[in-house]
């Protein structure tokens, strides 16, 4: 919810600020769902039956989670680095 909502929400509430990267934005939350879509489909089988070849998915899953993480955090630094959108605005007109 927060790497859907809170793109929306969190440069607005910052001084009205426009997100850096929407593309950017729907690559993580992207690659944060599959994931989790991987991560819990991996866990059932290697925790319940210990199927070896499932918790070789595991880590992917964390490694896929923690980039999505890491493109979201990016988005933001870099969006509210910027300044917002009524002083770009001013600027561009002076």
Do not use: D, K
């Amino acid at each position: 919810m927060v790497f859907s909502i809170g793109p929306r929400v969190l440069p607005a509430f910052c001084g009205m600020r426009i997100l850096f990267s929407p593309r950017l934005m729907f690559y993580a939350l992207a690659l944060l769902n599959l994931g989790c879509l991987l991560r819990v489909s991996c866990e059932i089988p290697a925790y319940e039956s210990n199927l070896a070849l499932a918790w070789g998915f595991l880590p992917g899953s964390a490694i896929l989670e923690l980039i999505a993480v890491t493109l979201f955090v990016a988005n933001l630094a870099v969006t509210f680095a910027r300044p917002p959108a009524h002083l770009r605005a001013q600027q561009s007109a002076a």
